[in-house]
């Protein structure tokens, strides 16, 4: 009985890994394409004066340009030596980790649409908050 339920399972494991396997390679193609679009287009001076609405652009390009964290790093630090402020890049990192409007469909599709919106407009939210946040405290400190 044990054996047949794991291997049930273990086949219908295997159904929906094939069966998701399209998706993440199209989400895999489409956060490369992004990824190689964006860092010209933000360092082309994409930013004005407006602290605020330079944070919100920030964060919508790391929201659509999903990559990892430790890209984040070397991309944030290359962002700082162009002149963007840290504002910006702190949204941008924060975004760029948490925020996927590319892996949208396949998360929606796994984890259900209602959550994975609901949990990139909180992820999105959260990037402001913490890029203010971030800086602001940075300065208080000193």
């Known amino acids: 009985m044990i054996k047949y339920n794991l291997k049930k399972r273990l086949n ?4 929906t890994f094939f069966h998701l396997l399209p998706i993440i390679i199209g989400m895999l193609l ?3 394409l992004a990824v190689t679009l964006f ?12 602290d605020v609405l330079n944070v919100f652009i920030g964060a919508s390009l790391g929201g659509v340009a999903v990559g990892n964290p430790m890209a984040s790093y070397l991309l944030g630090g290359e962002l700082l030596n162009h002149g963007v402020s840290l504002l ?6 924060v975004s760029w980790v948490t925020v996927g409007i590319v892996q949208l469909p396949s998360e929606a599709l796994i984890l259900g649409m209602r959550f994975t919106l609901y949990r990139n407009v909180l992820c999105f939210c959260s990037a402001l ?3 203010f946040l971030t800086v602001y405290t940075l300065k208080f400190l000193g």
């Open 88 to 93: 910006v890049v702190t949204a941008f990192m």
């Open 12 to 15: 219908k494991t295997t159904r």
């Open 39 to 50: 860092p010209e287009q933000i360092s082309a001076g994409l930013f004005g004066d407006n």
């Open 30 to 32: 489409l956060t490369s």
């Open 129 to 131: 908050a913490v890029s």
